[in-house]
């Protein structure tokens, strides 16, 4: 990462150059069609290299500022500069050369206040993630926050389910999640699916369905659905 986003804080640079140089070519060429003064009033000829460069004394670049956002529970393990990526300890040699640092957004390595600072959606991504496989501090986000992650935008959500694959379900028309009320649906369905497994095992073992409906916790009625003992079941 710390080469490619100086390529590409580089190549945003060199973009900006051409656009400063298209812009002045422009202004020329209809300052000379419409037969006014190429050169605007208190401002010199360009020089040589004003005008080979296309970038004139005065311009001015935009800053660029490239950040990673790394989409993963476990801490960054990469390198974090280009000086990382190199095997040389010769001062004079670190002297020549320009080190470019990687700028992270890793949610493990964050504190929930500084994730928390965040004023978009990206802050339930975040605290999702960091959390994602520590259901106990899950549980405990997912309350402190509720009601931020009870309207959570559906952009947000696909991006929670695609990278933590949480299993969170939500219809494809929904503009707004409550990814709390998922949270529980799906973790009832998993009890559920325990409950039925077992269920058939006890079933196997030859005990009778009041007392597999007890060890459950499930009505007898929902038991002999899953047992295939009735034709229907809550």
Request: proline share 2%; aromatic share 8%.
């Amino acid at each position: 990462m710390a080469v490619k986003n100086n390529l590409y804080d580089a190549l945003e640079y060199a973009g900006q150059v051409e656009e400063a140089a298209k812009s002045h070519r422009q202004e020329m060429r209809r300052k000379r069609e419409q037969g006014e003064e190429v050169v605007s009033e208190g401002r010199k000829t360009p020089s040589t290299g004003e005008f080979l460069s296309g970038f004139w004394r005065e311009d001015r670049l935009i800053p660029s500022i490239t950040v990673t956002i790394f989409f993963g529970s476990e801490k960054w393990d990469g390198p974090l500069s280009l000086f990382d990526m190199m095997d040389i300890s010769d001062q004079d040699v670190l002297a020549c050369m320009d080190n470019y640092h990687v700028r992270l957004i890793a949610p493990a390595q964050m504190t929930d206040e500084e994730i928390m600072k965040f004023q978009s959606s990206l802050r339930e991504v975040m605290l999702f993630i960091k959390y994602s496989k520590d259901s106990e501090n899950l549980s405990r986000i997912l309350k402190v926050n509720e009601k931020r992650f009870r309207e959570v935008e559906r952009r947000a959500a696909d991006v929670i389910e695609v990278v933590t694959n949480s299993g969170i379900k939500y219809d494809e028309d929904e503009e707004v999640v409550d990814v709390c009320q998922a949270i529980q649906e799906m973790r009832k369905e998993s009890e559920q699916k325990k409950a039925q497994e077992v269920a058939g095992n006890l079933y196997k073992m030859g005990l009778d369905i009041e007392k597999i409906a007890q060890a459950v916790g499930y009505a007898v009625e929902t038991v002999k659905g899953w047992l295939g003992l009735e034709e229907s079941a809550p």
